[in-house]
């Protein structure tokens, strides 16, 4: 009987502050939007691919906020969402590969491939993204333990583990909603509770100054928060 007080694989999720180092380790603007899209979103990795992720699936969001349709045409499909700051990431990325030639339109992938020796594909693979996120974290010197076959924080996981327990943590989110945007099914709720994109970043919403990633913008956040919780009490006065 195998001993069962050892972390199971792929369980322990990234921090904060290791994300932080993740994008401070690399100067691609290509890897910079991944690491926001994945920390802000939480997907999981062959969501990229399953359908192919791509412009038209972007929609804009108050405060500068992207949603993001996963799974489109799928009766899987939910809504996911971008920070401010994982927004303005990957419209930089956008804005480079328009610099560099590329004609950007709704069939555009959002995460294009730049492999040279593989055209194949005009969007990312999942085999890509592991690839550039395990030498992103090489270089970043994220500490991995590894048990047996598998490490105990995962690649993209580490990032879906960390964006649950944000939302779960978060008494004020509702906890339907939060298994919403973790692309749970969860009982009946799962099956017949069907919230619109508006109401799921209403939850989103209260969550995003932890998902945040840059103090500064955490900051910032907290202070929008704290202006409109202000303004709502005087307009109850």
């Not at 992938?109 to 030498?135: C, G, M, T, V, W």
């Not at 932890?210 to 202006?227: F, G």
């Amino acid at each position: 009987i195998k001993s069962d007080d050892l972390v199971l694989g792929g369980d322990v999720p990234f921090t904060t502050e290791e994300i932080s180092r993740m994008l401070s380790s690399t100067t691609k603007l290509r890897t910079k939007a991944l690491i926001h899209f994945f920390a802000s979103t939480g997907i999981r990795p062959a969501s990229i691919e399953d359908p192919v992720l791509r412009k038209k699936h972007l929609y804009d969001m108050p405060h500068g906020c992207n949603a993001v349709k996963v799974y489109d045409e799928s009766k899987y499909g939910y809504w996911a969402f971008l920070t401010p700051e994982a927004a303005k990431s990957l419209e930089d990325y956008f804005k480079s590969r328009g610099l560099n030639g590329e004609k950007l339109d709704d069939d555009s992938p959002i995460f294009k491939n730049e492999d040279s020796n593989n055209r194949k594909n005009d969007h990312l693979s999942k085999a890509s993204l592991y690839q550039i996120l395990s030498n992103v974290m090489e270089s970043a010197q994220i500490k991995r333990v590894k048990n047996g076959k598998r490490y105990d924080k995962a690649l993209t996981y580490g990032f879906r583990k960390r964006f649950n327990g944000i939302l779960k943590l978060n008494n004020e989110v509702n906890s339907n909603i939060a298994e919403k945007l973790m692309a749970h099914t969860n009982g009946l709720d799962g099956t017949y509770l069907k919230p619109t994109r508006e109401q799921c970043f209403a939850e989103f919403a209260k969550a995003m100054q932890e998902l945040t990633i840059d103090p500064t913008e955490r900051l910032k956040a907290e202070k929008e928060s704290l202006e409109k919780e202000l303004s709502e009490k005087d307009e109850l006065k």
